[in-house]
């Protein structure tokens, strides 16, 4: 079986794969002191609880906080025996190089994001994952990452918002009843609901405009299924859209002999 590890800046997610689907899905918080150990520990309780007999052969990571990576290779080569793939590293090939700029090192969740995204829908499409930050990935008809845009992600506006004025509460992020918010919190409600869903459509407006092709919008991430209310806001909603991803990865690495 392959372990999916998808760390982010806020979570961290490992899904076990048996070549068909996903088993079960994991969410801890990404902390760069967890060990190796307490990984284990923590993994093969919950793996239990769903009854789960997972024989873990292979792992994949993708992670965009570098800190973690070693304890979570000791954790796959202590207790799986195996090397995990890494993406973002020479000897994990993508099945389709990104065209950027000459020595810019793109995150490795977008790329993930972006074959994922590919492997489903085609190309000439943009992939808005809703994260720590709101990410817009453009892929190319031919599968190639070519670019995109990095906004704040929801919760840290929010909290941007309740640090920077003191008298402004913390507020659950919800799609408001109406426009116009007749109190303190329905008010940050709708400014958030309602800007983001702005944000989005205008940024994927410029995108479509400069790309100058029809263009699909893929929504992922955690808020992407709220944010999916907002008046048709994308064409696909893929709440498994990195792992899918990094299964893809993965299964391009065993086909060319990489690992």
């Known amino acids: 079986m392959l372990l999916c590890i998808d760390c982010g ?10 070549g068909q689907k996903f088993l079960c899905t994991l969410r801890t918080a990404t902390e760069h002191q967890r060990t190796a150990d307490q990984y284990f520990t923590w993994f093969s309780t919950l793996v239990r ?6 024989d873990i052969t292979d792992v994949i990571i993708s992670s965009t906080v570098p800190r973690v990576v070693f304890n979570l290779r000791v954790f796959t080569d202590r207790y799986f025996n195996t090397r995990p793939m890494v993406v973002g590293k020479p000897e994990c090939l993508l099945p389709h190089a990104p065209r950027v700029d000459e020595g810019t090192q793109v995150g490795p969740d977008r790329l993930v ?13 943009i992939v808005v994952d809703f994260g ?29 918002l309740h640090m920077a004025a003191a008298a402004l509460p913390h507020v659950d992020v919800t799609k408001p009843t109406q426009v116009i918010g007749t109190n303190t919190v329905a008010c940050m409600q709708s400014g958030i609901f309602w800007g983001y869903v702005g944000l ?3 940024i994927c407006d410029q995108i479509r405009a400069e790309y100058n092709k029809p263009m699909q919008i893929i929504g992922t991430g955690g808020l992407a299924s709220l944010f999916a209310q907002g008046d ?20 391009y690495n065993k086909e060319h002999g990489t690992q």
């Open 9 to 18: 800046n806020t979570n961290t997610v490992f899904s076990v794969w048996d």
């Open 232 to 251: 048709g806001l994308f064409d696909f909603l893929e709440d498994d859209l990195t792992m899918h991803g990094l299964t893809v990865i993965h299964a």
């Open 132 to 160: 720590t930050a709101t990410t817009f990935d453009v892929v190319a008809e031919d599968g190639a990452y070519v670019g995109g845009v990095i906004a704040p992600g929801v919760n840290l506006s929010l909290e941007a």
């Open 200 to 202: 989005v459509r205008g």
């Open 113 to 125: 994001n972006s074959e994922g995204a590919y492997d489903r829908h085609g190309g000439d499409i």
């Open 49 to 54: 609880h769903y009854g789960i007999d997972a």
